[in-house]
């Protein structure tokens, strides 16, 4: 099989109940920037380029992820895409002119756990990508679970051309074609659920800004601040509204090929110690329910 990956994650759809309040959190506390919105859903970009890296929906189900969207090279990459996933045996639509706000050519599909992707390419981005303090530039990862880690791993290997570059306890962290650490971490887990998205900021100082904006605006700190193992990120994670895991996070490590995989007891820290600063207080009852709480939208793997 020829050698193909994914360029990293470009943005995620949401599908919530009260849209009007999640809009107003993404764009005035978690520091986004509406790119376009209707009456049932709104589009949010970072400082990157990505012409939106979050869209929500409106939805009278229970909230859910509605996808992960990837970024690829160009068409042809994308039409290559679309052949693996033919062969794998995933529900699949063909590769078509998108629709959504900065167009492009790209498809949507089903894993073989149910989780809905899709991969797209020339969209129309954005020019002004310098930094501005304390707002995200991009999503860095989505952390997966999965009950059926094996299968789900060979697929983002096999299919969509992921390196494994670490595994932690229950965690592995998956890398594509570009310098971050990782773009994908799958989990085992009972269920295939999202287990939280994580969102780059420019550096520690705004990270922690955010953190505290956050407690301000009334969603506590449920895990943090430290600073991981694999991926060498600082991090603190919360629950927003309707209980969507998020992360802010800074100082991603950035790899090329010459890094060299690591397992479980590489990562294994000292008692009592959970990062490498070794002062995060352990995860909250509830961090530790909303990383297993939301599941995503059945049957909507089409763009």
């Known amino acids: 099989m020829s050698k193909i990956a994914v360029k990293g994650v470009r943005s995620v759809d949401l599908d919530v109940n009260d849209l009007e309040r999640t809009i107003s959190f993404?764009?005035?506390?978690?520091?986004?920037?509406?790119?376009e919105r209707t009456s049932d859903s709104c589009w949010f970009r970072g400082t990157g380029p990505y012409n939106h890296i979050l869209g929500v929906h409106?939805?009278?189900d229970m909230p859910s992820?509605?996808?992960?969207?990837?970024?690829?090279?160009?068409?042809?990459?994308?039409?290559?895409?679309?052949?693996?996933?033919?062969?794998?045996?995933c529900k699949t639509q063909?590769?078509?002119?998108?629709?959504?706000?900065?167009?492009?050519?790209?498809?949507?599909?089903?894993?073989?756990?149910?989780?809905?992707?899709?991969?797209?390419?020339?969209?129309?981005?954005?020019?002004?990508?310098?930094?501005?303090?304390?707002?995200p530039r991009k999503i860095?990862?989505?952390?997966v679970n999965a009950a059926r880690i094996e299968e789900t791993n060979r697929f983002m290997m096999d299919v969509l051309g992921f390196r494994l570059v670490d595994h932690s306890g229950p965690l592995y962290f998956l890398h594509c074609d570009n310098t971050d650490h990782a773009s994908i971490v799958t989990a085992t887990m009972k269920t295939a659920t999202l287990n939280h998205i994580s969102f780059d900021m420019p550096d520690l100082e705004s990270c922690m800004r955010g953190g505290g904006r956050m407690r301000d605006a009334g969603y506590p700190i449920e895990w943090g601040p430290g600073r991981h193992g694999?991926?060498?990120?600082?991090?603190?994670?919360?629950?927003?509204?309707?209980?969507?895991?998020?992360?802010?996070?800074?100082?991603?490590l950035q790899i090329d090929d010459t890094y060299p995989y690591n397992g479980p007891e590489y990562w294994k820290w000292p008692v009592g110690?959970?990062?490498?600063?070794?002062?995060?207080?352990?995860?909250?009852?509830?961090?530790?329910?909303?990383?297993?709480?939301?599941?995503?939208?059945?049957?909507?793997?089409?763009?």
């Open 26 to 35: 993404y764009s005035t506390v978690w520091n986004l920037t509406i790119v």
């Open 58 to 60: 409106k939805t009278n």
């Open 65 to 89: 992820c509605r996808r992960i969207t990837f970024d690829a090279a160009d068409a042809a990459t994308v039409d290559a895409f679309h052949k693996r996933i033919v062969d794998s045996g």
């Open 94 to 135: 063909a590769p078509r002119a998108l629709s959504t706000p900065g167009g492009g050519w790209g498809f949507g599909f089903e894993d073989p756990e149910g989780r809905n992707f899709a991969i797209v390419s020339d969209v129309h981005d954005h020019q002004d990508t310098d930094d501005v303090c304390d707002r």
């Open 140 to 143: 860095i990862h989505v952390n």
């Open 230 to 252: 694999p991926g060498n990120n600082v991090f603190c994670y919360f629950a927003g509204p309707e209980e969507f895991p998020l992360e802010y996070t800074a100082d991603v």
């Open 273 to 303: 110690r959970l990062d490498h600063w070794g002062i995060t207080p352990p995860h909250t009852q509830r961090w530790k329910r909303v990383q297993d709480l939301i599941k995503f939208t059945s049957g909507a793997y089409a763009l």
